[in-house]
Structure formats: C-alpha cells, structure tokens
C-alpha cells in the first residue's frame, strides 16, 4: 500500500522544502519531515514576485494627482511586496514637469 505521503517524500528527497501545518493552521518550514499520517504536509510554494507600478505625482494648490503612466514619463516608482501587496518602497525617478 502506498504511503499517504509518498509523492511528497520523493519531492523532499528530490530536494524540495517541505512544510508541515503546525496546531495554530500555519504553515512552517521542516529540516526532517516526521511524515506522520496525523499531520498535513505540503511542497513550500515559491515566493510571489514583486509588482512595480510607474505613476505621475503632481500636487497643485492642495490638489494630489496620481496616475500610472509610462516609464518614460513617471516620477515616481513604487514596489509593492508579491506576497501581501504592501507598498515596501517608493523612489523618485526625476523631477515632475511644471506646467
């Protein structure tokens, strides 16, 4: 009989990372996997890159304006993290035209 676990247990000798779900439902990184037919197991999922968006920033008079346009004409580059979508970092890239 074939073990619950069995095509994990090639993936993790194949050398993937493997993840248990541990009592609070999180999942966690194993050196040694036990491999106990209690516990859930999964292939550690590869990372969600992160999404750059190219916008104008242009503040007149108490007016914001903030729109994405293309590189060549953004001031601004702002990264949001892959995973939670959390803005973790915004450059100025040059100075905005003044109309």
Not at 3 to 9: F, N, P, V
Not at 22 to 46: F, T
Not at 76 to 88: H, I, V
């Amino acid at each position: 009989m074939k073990h619950i676990h069995a095509d994990l247990i090639h993936a993790w000798a194949d050398g993937a990372q493997i993840q248990w779900k541990n009592r609070n439902g999180q999942w966690e990184d194993m050196g040694e996997p036990l491999w106990s037919e209690k516990h859930e197991y999964r292939i550690k999922p590869e990372p969600k890159p992160d999404y750059v968006q190219y916008v104008f920033f242009h503040f007149n008079w108490g007016v914001n304006i903030l729109k994405e346009y293309p590189f060549s004409e953004a001031n601004l580059k702002l990264t949001f993290d892959g995973e939670s979508c959390k803005l973790k970092s915004a450059e100025v890239i040059n100075e905005p035209e003044r109309h």
